[in-house]
Protein backbone atom coordinates (compact mmCIF):
# COMPACT_ATOMS: atom_id res chain seq x y z
CA UNK A 1 0.00 0.00 0.00
CA UNK A 2 1.27 3.29 0.72
CA UNK A 3 4.75 1.91 1.49
CA UNK A 4 5.36 0.86 -2.27
CA UNK A 5 4.50 5.11 -3.12
CA UNK A 6 8.02 6.62 -5.40
CA UNK A 7 8.63 9.43 -4.51
CA UNK A 8 6.79 11.13 -7.63
CA UNK A 9 3.54 10.23 -5.99
CA UNK A 10 4.32 11.58 -2.97
CA UNK A 11 5.01 15.13 -4.42
CA UNK A 12 1.96 14.90 -6.49
CA UNK A 13 -0.07 14.00 -3.35
CA UNK A 14 1.22 16.03 -0.51
CA UNK A 15 0.50 19.10 -3.31
CA UNK A 16 -2.88 18.00 -4.29
CA UNK A 17 -5.21 20.66 -2.89
CA UNK A 18 -8.23 17.84 -1.48
CA UNK A 19 -4.99 15.92 0.42
CA UNK A 20 -4.22 19.74 1.77
CA UNK A 21 -7.79 19.88 2.80
CA UNK A 22 -8.53 16.70 4.39
CA UNK A 23 -5.27 16.56 6.56
CA UNK A 24 -5.68 20.22 7.55
CA UNK A 25 -9.45 19.96 8.28
CA UNK A 26 -9.01 16.88 10.16
CA UNK A 27 -6.24 17.87 12.27
CA UNK A 28 -8.77 21.06 13.37
CA UNK A 29 -11.42 18.77 14.11
CA UNK A 30 -8.64 16.46 16.10
CA UNK A 31 -7.41 18.65 18.00
CA UNK A 32 -10.29 21.10 18.78
CA UNK A 33 -12.37 18.04 20.00
CA UNK A 34 -9.37 16.92 22.19
CA UNK A 35 -9.33 20.36 23.76
CA UNK A 36 -12.95 20.45 24.23
CA UNK A 37 -13.04 17.21 25.86
CA UNK A 38 -10.41 17.75 28.25
CA UNK A 39 -11.03 21.07 29.42
CA UNK A 40 -14.69 20.02 29.87
CA UNK A 41 -13.55 17.32 32.36
CA UNK A 42 -10.94 18.91 34.19
CA UNK A 43 -12.61 22.41 33.99
CA UNK A 44 -15.54 20.12 36.06
CA UNK A 45 -12.56 18.94 38.50
CA UNK A 46 -11.55 22.64 38.90
CA UNK A 47 -15.29 24.01 39.76
CA UNK A 48 -15.22 21.15 42.01
CA UNK A 49 -11.85 22.02 44.17
CA UNK A 50 -13.12 25.35 43.71
CA UNK A 51 -16.73 25.46 44.69
CA UNK A 52 -17.97 22.25 45.99
CA UNK A 53 -20.65 23.07 48.22
CA UNK A 54 -22.70 25.26 45.56
CA UNK A 55 -22.48 22.05 43.39
CA UNK A 56 -24.62 20.19 46.59
CA UNK A 57 -27.54 22.55 46.47
CA UNK A 58 -30.13 21.96 43.61
CA UNK A 59 -31.32 24.60 41.10
CA UNK A 60 -34.69 26.64 41.81
CA UNK A 61 -37.35 23.98 41.25
CA UNK A 62 -35.29 21.36 40.86
CA UNK A 63 -34.51 18.31 42.59
CA UNK A 64 -31.77 16.60 41.12
CA UNK A 65 -28.31 18.40 42.75
CA UNK A 66 -26.61 21.00 40.37
CA UNK A 67 -23.38 19.12 40.50
CA UNK A 68 -25.10 15.86 38.96
CA UNK A 69 -26.59 17.86 36.62
CA UNK A 70 -23.58 18.69 35.13
CA UNK A 71 -22.24 15.50 35.53
CA UNK A 72 -25.13 14.11 33.51
CA UNK A 73 -24.85 16.78 31.15
CA UNK A 74 -20.60 16.07 30.39
CA UNK A 75 -22.04 12.14 30.10
CA UNK A 76 -24.35 13.31 27.34
CA UNK A 77 -21.76 15.37 25.48
CA UNK A 78 -19.32 12.74 25.91
CA UNK A 79 -21.65 10.96 23.56
CA UNK A 80 -22.54 13.78 21.27
CA UNK A 81 -18.62 14.32 20.95
CA UNK A 82 -17.83 10.93 19.84
CA UNK A 83 -20.75 10.22 17.44
CA UNK A 84 -20.45 14.08 16.34
CA UNK A 85 -16.74 12.64 15.19
CA UNK A 86 -17.56 9.29 13.83
CA UNK A 87 -20.23 10.79 11.38
CA UNK A 88 -17.85 13.57 10.03
CA UNK A 89 -15.33 11.19 9.70
CA UNK A 90 -16.94 8.43 7.81
CA UNK A 91 -18.90 10.72 5.33
CA UNK A 92 -17.10 13.51 5.01
CA UNK A 93 -13.43 12.99 5.68
CA UNK A 94 -13.34 9.63 4.06
CA UNK A 95 -15.26 11.23 0.84
CA UNK A 96 -12.78 13.69 0.81
CA UNK A 97 -10.10 10.48 0.57
CA UNK A 98 -11.69 8.92 -1.91
CA UNK A 99 -11.57 11.82 -3.97
CA UNK A 100 -7.98 12.56 -3.27
CA UNK A 101 -7.38 9.33 -4.28
CA UNK A 102 -9.19 9.62 -7.89
CA UNK A 103 -7.05 12.73 -8.41
CA UNK A 104 -3.68 10.88 -7.77
CA UNK A 105 -4.59 8.40 -9.85
CA UNK A 106 -4.78 5.25 -7.39
CA UNK B 1 -6.52 -32.84 21.88
CA UNK B 2 -9.20 -29.72 21.74
CA UNK B 3 -11.79 -31.75 23.07
CA UNK B 4 -10.27 -32.88 25.90
CA UNK B 5 -8.70 -29.85 27.12
CA UNK B 6 -12.64 -28.73 26.85
CA UNK B 7 -13.83 -31.76 28.65
CA UNK B 8 -11.11 -31.21 31.13
CA UNK B 9 -12.18 -27.62 31.80
CA UNK B 10 -15.71 -28.87 32.03
CA UNK B 11 -14.82 -31.36 34.50
CA UNK B 12 -13.10 -28.65 36.57
CA UNK B 13 -15.75 -26.77 36.23
CA UNK B 14 -18.06 -29.46 38.18
CA UNK B 15 -15.78 -30.25 40.77
CA UNK B 16 -15.71 -26.23 41.42
CA UNK B 17 -19.01 -25.93 41.74
CA UNK B 18 -19.29 -29.13 43.82
CA UNK B 19 -16.87 -27.67 46.17
CA UNK B 20 -18.86 -24.58 46.20
CA UNK B 21 -21.57 -26.39 47.57
CA UNK B 22 -19.25 -27.84 50.41
CA UNK B 23 -17.85 -25.33 51.90
CA UNK B 24 -21.33 -22.93 51.72
CA UNK B 25 -22.77 -25.71 54.10
CA UNK B 26 -19.33 -26.38 55.92
CA UNK B 27 -19.58 -21.80 56.19
CA UNK B 28 -23.53 -22.29 56.93
CA UNK B 29 -24.46 -20.00 54.34
CA UNK B 30 -27.59 -20.20 52.58
CA UNK B 31 -26.63 -21.09 48.87
CA UNK B 32 -28.27 -19.30 46.08
CA UNK B 33 -29.01 -22.22 43.23
CA UNK B 34 -29.98 -19.38 41.10
CA UNK B 35 -26.45 -17.82 41.18
CA UNK B 36 -25.57 -21.33 40.51
CA UNK B 37 -27.22 -22.20 37.72
CA UNK B 38 -26.68 -18.99 35.84
CA UNK B 39 -22.83 -19.36 36.17
CA UNK B 40 -23.05 -23.45 35.18
CA UNK B 41 -25.22 -21.79 32.10
CA UNK B 42 -21.90 -18.58 31.61
CA UNK B 43 -19.23 -21.87 31.50
CA UNK B 44 -21.22 -23.74 29.49
CA UNK B 45 -22.28 -20.86 26.71
CA UNK B 46 -18.65 -19.51 27.17
CA UNK B 47 -17.22 -23.12 26.11
CA UNK B 48 -19.40 -23.87 23.09
CA UNK B 49 -18.06 -19.99 21.92
CA UNK B 50 -14.81 -21.48 22.52
CA UNK B 51 -15.63 -24.98 20.71
CA UNK B 52 -17.05 -23.06 17.96
CA UNK B 53 -14.06 -20.54 17.79
CA UNK B 54 -11.48 -22.80 17.59
CA UNK B 55 -11.88 -24.44 14.32
CA UNK B 56 -11.77 -21.13 12.76
CA UNK B 57 -8.76 -20.03 14.24
CA UNK B 58 -5.71 -21.30 12.30
CA UNK B 59 -3.67 -18.26 10.80
CA UNK B 60 -1.64 -15.90 13.18
CA UNK B 61 -4.42 -13.04 11.69
CA UNK B 62 -7.77 -15.33 13.08
CA UNK B 63 -5.80 -15.40 16.56
CA UNK B 64 -4.93 -12.01 17.03
CA UNK B 65 -7.92 -10.15 15.49
CA UNK B 66 -10.52 -13.00 14.78
CA UNK B 67 -9.29 -12.61 11.19
CA UNK B 68 -10.05 -8.54 10.95
CA UNK B 69 -13.89 -9.57 10.68
CA UNK B 70 -15.74 -8.67 13.87
CA UNK B 71 -18.20 -5.88 12.76
CA UNK B 72 -17.65 -2.39 14.84
CA UNK B 73 -21.55 -3.02 16.70
CA UNK B 74 -19.80 -6.09 17.63
CA UNK B 75 -16.47 -4.83 18.60
CA UNK B 76 -18.10 -1.48 20.28
CA UNK B 77 -19.53 -3.94 22.43
CA UNK B 78 -16.85 -6.36 23.04
CA UNK B 79 -14.49 -3.01 23.58
CA UNK B 80 -17.29 -2.69 26.53
CA UNK B 81 -16.99 -5.53 27.70
CA UNK B 82 -13.44 -5.83 28.03
CA UNK B 83 -13.09 -2.23 29.71
CA UNK B 84 -15.77 -3.07 32.27
CA UNK B 85 -14.45 -5.11 34.82
CA UNK B 86 -15.57 -5.54 37.84
CA UNK B 87 -14.10 -1.92 39.20
CA UNK B 88 -17.08 -0.11 37.28
CA UNK B 89 -19.46 -2.32 38.17
CA UNK B 90 -18.93 -3.75 41.48
CA UNK B 91 -16.35 -0.76 42.33
CA UNK B 92 -17.93 2.39 41.43
CA UNK B 93 -21.28 1.48 42.79
CA UNK B 94 -19.47 0.80 46.16
CA UNK B 95 -17.57 4.12 46.08
CA UNK B 96 -20.66 5.77 45.24
CA UNK B 97 -22.24 3.68 48.23
CA UNK B 98 -19.85 5.10 50.11
CA UNK B 99 -18.81 8.23 49.37
CA UNK B 100 -21.91 9.90 47.06
CA UNK B 101 -21.11 12.43 44.65
CA UNK B 102 -17.34 11.64 43.91
CA UNK B 103 -17.87 8.09 42.89
CA UNK B 104 -19.90 9.89 39.79
CA UNK B 105 -16.98 11.92 38.99
CA UNK B 106 -14.29 9.00 39.16
CA UNK B 107 -16.70 7.05 36.60
CA UNK B 108 -16.85 10.12 34.57
CA UNK B 109 -12.81 10.15 34.40
CA UNK B 110 -12.83 7.10 32.73
CA UNK B 111 -15.60 7.58 30.49
CA UNK B 112 -13.49 10.79 29.20
CA UNK B 113 -10.62 8.63 28.29
CA UNK B 114 -13.10 7.24 24.89
CA UNK B 115 -13.53 10.45 23.13
CA UNK B 116 -9.65 10.87 23.37
CA UNK B 117 -9.04 7.67 22.79
CA UNK B 118 -10.93 8.07 19.38
CA UNK B 119 -10.15 11.15 18.32
CA UNK B 120 -6.26 10.27 19.29
CA UNK B 121 -5.67 6.64 18.28
CA UNK B 122 -8.17 4.22 16.99
CA UNK B 123 -8.24 5.16 13.35
CA UNK B 124 -4.35 5.45 13.12
CA UNK B 125 -3.84 2.64 15.04
CA UNK B 126 -6.16 0.53 12.97
CA UNK B 127 -4.15 1.93 9.56
CA UNK B 128 -0.49 1.55 10.98
CA UNK B 129 -0.63 -1.59 12.57
CA UNK B 130 -1.98 -5.03 12.06
CA UNK B 131 -1.97 -7.03 15.61
CA UNK B 132 -0.76 -5.59 17.98
CA UNK B 133 -0.42 -1.83 18.98
CA UNK B 134 3.29 -2.17 19.01
CA UNK B 135 2.78 -2.46 15.65
CA UNK B 136 1.67 1.20 15.54
CA UNK B 137 4.35 2.30 17.65
CA UNK B 138 7.41 1.05 15.68
CA UNK B 139 5.59 2.02 12.24
CA UNK B 140 7.93 4.74 11.29
CA UNK B 141 11.02 3.90 14.12
CA UNK B 142 13.33 1.45 14.39
CA UNK B 143 11.45 -1.76 14.37
CA UNK B 144 13.02 -3.60 17.20
CA UNK B 145 14.20 -1.58 19.98
CA UNK B 146 10.66 0.46 19.88
CA UNK B 147 8.90 -2.69 19.53
CA UNK B 148 11.04 -4.17 22.97
CA UNK B 149 9.52 -1.27 25.07
CA UNK B 150 5.94 -1.45 24.09
CA UNK B 151 6.02 -5.17 24.19
CA UNK B 152 7.48 -4.69 27.41
CA UNK B 153 4.97 -2.13 28.86
CA UNK B 154 2.14 -4.09 27.54
CA UNK B 155 3.31 -7.08 29.69
CA UNK B 156 3.88 -5.30 32.48
CA UNK B 157 0.63 -3.90 32.67
CA UNK B 158 -1.19 -7.25 31.37
CA UNK B 159 0.52 -8.96 34.35
CA UNK B 160 -0.32 -6.62 37.23
CA UNK B 161 -3.34 -6.38 36.08
CA UNK B 162 -4.58 -9.55 36.10
CA UNK B 163 -2.87 -10.47 39.28
CA UNK B 164 -5.34 -7.28 40.46
CA UNK B 165 -8.39 -9.09 39.06
CA UNK B 166 -7.41 -12.42 39.93
CA UNK B 167 -7.34 -11.61 43.56
CA UNK B 168 -10.13 -9.42 43.56
CA UNK B 169 -11.69 -12.28 41.32
CA UNK B 170 -11.02 -14.97 43.65
CA UNK B 171 -12.52 -12.83 46.45
CA UNK B 172 -15.80 -11.85 44.55
CA UNK B 173 -16.21 -15.63 43.29
CA UNK B 174 -15.56 -16.41 47.33
CA UNK B 175 -18.41 -14.32 48.25
CA UNK B 176 -20.73 -14.76 45.87
CA UNK B 177 -20.61 -18.75 45.51
CA UNK B 178 -18.66 -19.37 49.12
CA UNK B 179 -16.00 -21.14 47.18
CA UNK B 180 -12.91 -21.43 48.43
CA UNK B 181 -10.24 -18.62 47.12
CA UNK B 182 -7.80 -21.43 45.93
CA UNK B 183 -10.19 -23.03 43.82
CA UNK B 184 -11.87 -19.60 42.69
CA UNK B 185 -8.91 -18.30 41.51
CA UNK B 186 -7.52 -21.66 39.98
CA UNK B 187 -10.88 -21.63 38.35
CA UNK B 188 -11.32 -18.48 36.59
CA UNK B 189 -7.63 -19.04 35.21
CA UNK B 190 -8.08 -22.32 34.09
CA UNK B 191 -11.04 -20.99 32.49
CA UNK B 192 -9.26 -17.84 30.54
CA UNK B 193 -6.56 -20.25 29.38
CA UNK B 194 -8.90 -22.63 28.12
CA UNK B 195 -10.79 -19.32 26.06
CA UNK B 196 -7.28 -17.83 24.67
CA UNK B 197 -5.34 -21.02 24.01
CA UNK B 198 -8.38 -22.66 21.61
CA UNK B 199 -9.98 -19.91 21.14
CA UNK B 200 -8.15 -17.28 20.26
CA UNK B 201 -9.38 -13.65 19.54
CA UNK B 202 -12.43 -14.95 18.54
CA UNK B 203 -13.64 -16.70 21.57
CA UNK B 204 -12.61 -13.93 23.53
CA UNK B 205 -14.53 -11.23 21.99
CA UNK B 206 -17.42 -13.74 21.74
CA UNK B 207 -16.78 -14.01 25.37
CA UNK B 208 -16.80 -10.07 26.09
CA UNK B 209 -19.93 -9.60 23.89
CA UNK B 210 -21.98 -12.29 25.96
CA UNK B 211 -20.49 -10.01 29.12
CA UNK B 212 -21.07 -6.89 28.02
CA UNK B 213 -25.00 -8.12 27.23
CA UNK B 214 -25.36 -9.72 30.30
CA UNK B 215 -24.17 -6.21 31.85
CA UNK B 216 -26.85 -4.12 30.20
CA UNK B 217 -29.68 -6.55 31.02
CA UNK B 218 -28.33 -6.79 34.57
CA UNK B 219 -27.48 -2.73 35.00
CA UNK B 220 -31.08 -2.35 33.00
CA UNK B 221 -33.28 -4.43 34.75
CA UNK B 222 -31.94 -3.25 38.54
CA UNK B 223 -31.77 0.27 37.35
CA UNK B 224 -36.31 -0.39 36.43
CA UNK B 225 -36.62 -2.09 39.70
CA UNK B 226 -34.41 0.75 41.69
CA UNK B 227 -36.69 3.92 39.78
CA UNK B 228 -40.07 1.07 40.58
CA UNK B 229 -38.78 1.57 44.20
CA UNK B 230 -38.72 5.35 44.28
CA UNK B 231 -41.40 6.17 42.34
CA UNK B 232 -39.19 7.39 39.40
CA UNK B 233 -38.45 10.21 41.16
CA UNK B 234 -34.63 11.00 41.15
CA UNK B 235 -35.20 13.71 43.74
CA UNK B 236 -36.98 11.29 46.53
CA UNK B 237 -34.17 8.81 45.92
CA UNK B 238 -31.34 11.75 46.62
CA UNK B 239 -33.55 13.04 49.71
CA UNK B 240 -33.74 9.74 51.17
CA UNK B 241 -29.92 8.91 51.01
CA UNK B 242 -28.84 11.87 52.41
CA UNK B 243 -31.36 10.88 55.38
CA UNK B 244 -29.62 7.79 55.97
CA UNK B 245 -26.17 8.64 54.77
CA UNK B 246 -23.50 9.42 57.39
CA UNK B 247 -21.65 12.18 55.34
CA UNK B 248 -25.96 13.50 55.35
CA UNK B 249 -26.44 15.91 52.55
CA UNK B 250 -22.86 16.24 51.97
CA UNK B 251 -22.92 12.72 49.76
CA UNK B 252 -24.66 14.70 46.75
CA UNK B 253 -21.83 17.67 46.70
CA UNK B 254 -17.73 17.16 46.24
CA UNK B 255 -16.00 15.39 49.06
CA UNK B 256 -12.57 14.33 49.52
CA UNK B 257 -11.42 12.39 47.00
CA UNK B 258 -11.58 15.59 44.34
CA UNK B 259 -11.49 18.12 46.95
CA UNK B 260 -7.34 18.91 46.49
CA UNK B 261 -6.88 20.44 42.93
CA UNK B 262 -3.63 18.57 42.15
CA UNK B 263 -4.42 15.38 43.64
CA UNK B 264 -7.50 15.22 41.76
CA UNK B 265 -5.88 16.32 38.66
CA UNK B 266 -3.16 13.81 38.65
CA UNK B 267 -5.95 11.20 39.09
CA UNK B 268 -7.95 12.30 36.27
CA UNK B 269 -4.89 12.47 34.30
CA UNK B 270 -4.28 8.40 35.33
CA UNK B 271 -8.18 7.98 34.16
CA UNK B 272 -7.79 9.48 30.97
CA UNK B 273 -4.67 9.11 29.98
CA UNK B 274 -4.49 5.18 31.01
CA UNK B 275 -7.53 3.89 29.51
CA UNK B 276 -5.38 4.94 26.40
CA UNK B 277 -2.73 3.37 27.26
CA UNK B 278 -3.99 -0.44 28.02
CA UNK B 279 -2.88 -3.15 25.44
CA UNK B 280 -6.00 -5.27 25.44
CA UNK B 281 -8.27 -2.13 24.97
CA UNK B 282 -5.87 -0.83 21.76
CA UNK B 283 -5.49 -4.55 20.47
CA UNK B 284 -9.74 -4.86 20.00
CA UNK B 285 -9.11 -1.87 17.44
CA UNK B 286 -7.28 -4.50 15.02
CA UNK B 287 -10.60 -6.82 15.13
CA UNK B 288 -12.04 -4.87 12.42
CA UNK B 289 -11.61 -4.49 8.82
CA UNK B 290 -11.12 -0.91 8.13
CA UNK B 291 -10.34 2.71 9.96
CA UNK B 292 -13.92 3.66 9.80
CA UNK B 293 -14.89 0.46 11.80
CA UNK B 294 -12.44 0.94 14.17
CA UNK B 295 -14.80 4.73 14.98
CA UNK B 296 -17.60 3.02 14.84
CA UNK B 297 -16.86 0.95 17.85
CA UNK B 298 -15.30 3.42 19.96
CA UNK B 299 -18.68 5.17 19.66
CA UNK B 300 -20.43 1.90 20.34
CA UNK B 301 -18.53 1.57 23.24
CA UNK B 302 -18.81 4.97 24.66
CA UNK B 303 -22.41 4.70 24.26
CA UNK B 304 -21.63 1.35 26.49
CA UNK B 305 -19.51 3.39 28.91
CA UNK B 306 -21.69 5.90 29.29
CA UNK B 307 -25.08 3.97 29.87
CA UNK B 308 -23.26 2.50 32.36
CA UNK B 309 -22.25 5.87 34.37
CA UNK B 310 -25.86 6.93 33.94
CA UNK B 311 -27.48 3.72 36.02
CA UNK B 312 -24.56 2.68 38.09
CA UNK B 313 -25.18 5.78 40.38
CA UNK B 314 -28.71 4.66 40.73
CA UNK B 315 -27.58 1.44 42.40
CA UNK B 316 -25.02 3.21 45.11
CA UNK B 317 -27.40 5.89 45.98
CA UNK B 318 -30.21 3.28 45.92
CA UNK B 319 -27.91 1.04 48.16
CA UNK B 320 -27.80 3.66 50.96
CA UNK B 321 -31.39 4.11 51.27
CA UNK B 322 -31.79 0.21 51.14
CA UNK B 323 -28.75 -1.05 53.18
CA UNK B 324 -27.94 1.55 55.73
CA UNK B 325 -30.99 1.60 58.06
CA UNK B 326 -30.93 -2.41 57.98
CA UNK B 327 -28.45 -4.05 60.17
CA UNK B 328 -29.43 -7.22 58.60
CA UNK B 329 -27.03 -6.43 56.13
CA UNK B 330 -23.79 -5.40 58.13
CA UNK B 331 -21.34 -7.24 60.60
CA UNK B 332 -22.68 -5.88 63.64
CA UNK B 333 -20.24 -5.81 66.42
CA UNK B 334 -20.98 -6.52 70.40
CA UNK B 335 -22.52 -3.55 71.26
CA UNK B 336 -25.12 -3.67 68.24
CA UNK B 337 -22.89 -0.79 66.80
CA UNK B 338 -21.14 -1.06 63.09
CA UNK B 339 -20.00 0.95 60.43
CA UNK B 340 -22.91 1.82 57.73
CA UNK B 341 -19.22 1.31 54.79
CA UNK B 342 -16.87 -0.83 56.30
CA UNK B 343 -19.02 -2.92 58.10
CA UNK B 344 -21.16 -4.26 55.32
CA UNK B 345 -21.33 -8.08 54.77
CA UNK B 346 -18.15 -8.76 52.50
CA UNK B 347 -17.02 -4.95 52.32
CA UNK B 348 -18.16 -2.12 50.69
CA UNK B 349 -17.64 -3.85 47.21
CA UNK B 350 -20.73 -5.85 47.58
CA UNK B 351 -23.58 -3.34 47.96
CA UNK B 352 -25.28 -3.53 44.19
CA UNK B 353 -25.25 -7.50 44.91
CA UNK B 354 -26.96 -6.81 48.29
CA UNK B 355 -29.13 -4.09 46.77
CA UNK B 356 -29.94 -6.34 43.75
CA UNK B 357 -30.87 -9.14 46.52
CA UNK B 358 -33.33 -6.81 48.97
CA UNK B 359 -35.18 -5.36 45.89
CA UNK B 360 -36.01 -8.20 43.73
CA UNK B 361 -35.02 -11.28 45.76
CA UNK B 362 -32.88 -14.30 45.33
CA UNK B 363 -33.52 -14.10 41.31
CA UNK B 364 -31.99 -10.67 40.91
CA UNK B 365 -29.67 -11.74 43.60
CA UNK B 366 -28.52 -14.45 41.43
CA UNK B 367 -28.58 -12.98 38.09
CA UNK B 368 -26.33 -10.18 39.36
CA UNK B 369 -24.07 -12.39 41.13
CA UNK B 370 -23.62 -14.28 37.62
CA UNK B 371 -23.15 -10.97 36.22
CA UNK B 372 -20.42 -10.65 37.92
CA UNK B 373 -18.90 -13.43 37.25
CA UNK B 374 -18.90 -12.99 33.65
CA UNK B 375 -17.77 -9.56 34.02
CA UNK B 376 -14.53 -10.66 35.62
CA UNK B 377 -13.81 -13.70 32.94
CA UNK B 378 -14.05 -11.61 29.97
CA UNK B 379 -11.84 -8.84 31.38
CA UNK B 380 -9.36 -11.69 32.44
CA UNK B 381 -9.34 -13.04 28.94
CA UNK B 382 -8.88 -9.61 26.64
CA UNK B 383 -5.79 -9.05 29.00
CA UNK B 384 -4.20 -12.94 28.57
CA UNK B 385 -4.53 -12.69 25.30
CA UNK B 386 -2.93 -9.58 25.24
CA UNK B 387 -0.30 -10.27 26.92
CA UNK B 388 -0.01 -13.71 24.53
CA UNK B 389 0.37 -11.20 21.77
CA UNK B 390 2.84 -9.50 23.07
CA UNK B 391 4.84 -12.37 23.36
CA UNK B 392 4.16 -14.29 20.35
CA UNK B 393 3.86 -11.54 18.14
CA UNK B 394 6.33 -9.01 19.19
CA UNK B 395 9.07 -10.89 20.88
CA UNK B 396 9.04 -13.80 19.66
CA UNK B 397 7.79 -13.06 15.90
CA UNK B 398 9.37 -9.72 14.98
CA UNK B 399 12.06 -8.99 17.34
CA UNK B 400 13.52 -12.68 17.38
CA UNK B 401 12.60 -14.28 14.20
CA UNK B 402 12.56 -10.85 12.79
CA UNK B 403 9.16 -11.69 10.91
CA UNK B 404 10.40 -14.69 9.12
CA UNK B 405 8.91 -17.23 11.33
CA UNK B 406 6.38 -19.49 10.60
CA UNK B 407 2.82 -19.01 10.71
CA UNK B 408 1.61 -22.18 12.41
CA UNK B 409 4.94 -21.83 15.11
CA UNK B 410 4.14 -18.33 15.91
CA UNK B 411 0.71 -19.76 16.63
CA UNK B 412 1.87 -22.12 18.82
CA UNK B 413 4.05 -19.75 20.66
CA UNK B 414 1.07 -17.87 21.22
CA UNK B 415 -0.82 -20.82 23.03
CA UNK B 416 2.01 -21.49 25.13
CA UNK B 417 2.68 -17.86 26.28
CA UNK B 418 -1.04 -17.54 26.85
CA UNK B 419 -1.32 -21.03 28.79
CA UNK B 420 2.17 -20.06 30.56
CA UNK B 421 0.75 -16.05 31.56
CA UNK B 422 -2.03 -17.85 33.05
CA UNK B 423 -0.52 -19.78 35.29
CA UNK B 424 1.93 -17.38 36.30
CA UNK B 425 -1.13 -15.41 37.38
CA UNK B 426 -2.64 -18.07 39.10
CA UNK B 427 0.19 -18.40 40.95
CA UNK B 428 0.98 -14.76 41.73
CA UNK B 429 -2.74 -14.17 42.77
CA UNK B 430 -2.09 -17.44 45.35
CA UNK B 431 1.13 -15.72 46.87
CA UNK B 432 -0.26 -12.12 47.10
CA UNK B 433 -3.82 -13.72 48.25
CA UNK B 434 -3.52 -11.10 51.44
CA UNK B 435 -1.74 -8.17 50.09
CA UNK B 436 -3.19 -4.85 49.36
CA UNK B 437 -3.04 -5.33 45.47
CA UNK B 438 -3.87 -1.58 45.08
CA UNK B 439 -0.34 -0.86 44.17
CA UNK B 440 -0.54 -3.54 41.21
CA UNK B 441 -3.44 -2.52 39.83
CA UNK B 442 -1.92 1.40 40.18
CA UNK B 443 1.03 0.02 38.90
CA UNK B 444 -1.06 -1.19 35.99
CA UNK B 445 -2.65 2.20 35.20
CA UNK B 446 0.48 4.06 36.13
CA UNK B 447 2.62 1.97 33.42
CA UNK B 448 -0.35 2.56 30.70
CA UNK B 449 -0.23 6.20 31.51
CA UNK B 450 3.36 6.90 31.97
CA UNK B 451 4.66 3.97 29.41
CA UNK B 452 2.35 2.93 26.82
CA UNK B 453 0.70 5.70 25.91
CA UNK B 454 3.27 8.28 25.73
CA UNK B 455 5.39 5.87 23.48
CA UNK B 456 2.44 5.14 21.35
CA UNK B 457 0.90 8.87 21.40
CA UNK B 458 4.32 10.61 19.94
CA UNK B 459 5.03 7.64 17.21
CA UNK B 460 1.63 8.37 15.70
CA UNK B 461 0.82 11.83 16.26
CA UNK B 462 4.19 13.36 16.52
CA UNK B 463 6.51 13.52 13.37
CA UNK B 464 9.69 14.72 15.05
CA UNK B 465 9.88 11.62 17.08
CA UNK B 466 12.99 9.75 16.91
CA UNK B 467 13.28 6.20 17.65
CA UNK B 468 15.56 7.19 20.68
CA UNK B 469 12.87 9.78 22.05
CA UNK B 470 10.09 6.92 22.31
CA UNK B 471 12.56 4.41 23.68
CA UNK B 472 13.57 6.46 26.15
CA UNK B 473 10.59 8.22 26.90
CA UNK B 474 8.72 4.81 27.07
CA UNK B 475 11.54 3.49 29.02
CA UNK B 476 11.95 6.66 31.97
CA UNK B 477 8.00 6.13 32.81
CA UNK B 478 8.53 2.90 32.59
CA UNK B 479 11.13 2.51 35.20
CA UNK B 480 10.08 5.33 37.32
CA UNK B 481 6.38 3.45 37.66
CA UNK B 482 8.46 0.01 38.22
CA UNK B 483 10.84 1.92 41.17
CA UNK B 484 8.04 3.81 42.83
CA UNK B 485 6.36 0.93 43.20
CA UNK B 486 9.27 -1.36 44.56
CA UNK B 487 10.20 1.51 46.55
CA UNK B 488 6.24 2.43 47.91
CA UNK B 489 6.08 -1.21 50.33
CA UNK B 490 8.56 0.45 52.49
CA UNK B 491 8.25 4.10 52.13
CA UNK B 492 4.53 3.92 50.76
CA UNK B 493 3.74 7.73 51.36
CA UNK B 494 6.90 9.56 50.56
CA UNK B 495 7.13 7.49 46.53
CA UNK B 496 3.81 8.00 46.18
CA UNK B 497 4.00 11.76 46.67
CA UNK B 498 7.11 12.70 44.53
CA UNK B 499 7.82 9.28 42.08
CA UNK B 500 4.45 9.34 40.46
CA UNK B 501 2.69 12.45 39.94
CA UNK B 502 0.46 10.43 37.00
CA UNK B 503 -0.81 7.74 40.23
CA UNK B 504 -3.56 9.17 42.49
CA UNK B 505 -1.93 8.98 45.77
CA UNK B 506 -4.66 10.72 47.74
CA UNK B 507 -6.85 7.83 46.66
CA UNK B 508 -5.25 5.02 49.32
CA UNK B 509 -8.19 5.50 51.55
CA UNK B 510 -10.33 4.78 48.70
CA UNK B 511 -8.60 1.44 47.66
CA UNK B 512 -10.42 -1.05 49.45
CA UNK B 513 -12.98 0.11 46.55
CA UNK B 514 -12.00 0.28 42.96
CA UNK B 515 -8.29 -0.68 42.74
CA UNK B 516 -8.91 -3.71 43.68
CA UNK B 517 -10.19 -4.79 40.51
CA UNK B 518 -8.62 -1.86 38.24
Not at chain 1, 17 to 26: D, G, K, M, V, Y
Not at chain 2, 196 to 207: H, R
Request: hydrophobic fraction near 55%.
Amino acid sequence: MSLSLSSEQMRKILSNPSFRELTAARARLRWGLSIVTLLMFFGFIGLISAASSALGKSMAGGAVPLGMSIALGMIAMVVALTGYYVRRSNTYFDGLTQLVRRECGR
Amino acid sequence: MMMRILLAAIAATVSFSAHAQATAVVAGRDLNWIAIGMFLLIVAVTLLITYRSAGRTKSKADFYTAGHEITPLQNGLAIAGDFLSAAAFLGISALIYATGFDGLVYALGFLTGWPIVLFMMSERLRNLGSYTFADAASFRLDRTSVRLVAATGSLVVVLFYLIAQMIGAGKVIQLLFGVNYLFAVVGVGLLMIVYVAVGGMQATTWVQITKALLLLIGGTLMALVVLWRFDFSLGRLFAEASRVHPKGAAVLSPGGLFAEPVSAISLGLALVFGTAGLPHILMRFFTVSDSAGARKSVFYATTCVAYFCLVIPLFGFAAMVVLMPDASFFNVGAGGQFNKITDLIGGPNMAAVHLAGALGGPILLGFISAVAFATILAVVAGLTLAGASAVSHDIYGQVIAKGDAPEAREVMVAKIAAVAIGIVAVGLAIIFENQNVAFMAGLALSVAASCNFPVLAMAILWRGTTTRGAVAGGLVGLFSSLVFVVLSKTVWVAVFHFAAPLFPYDNRRSSRCPWHFW
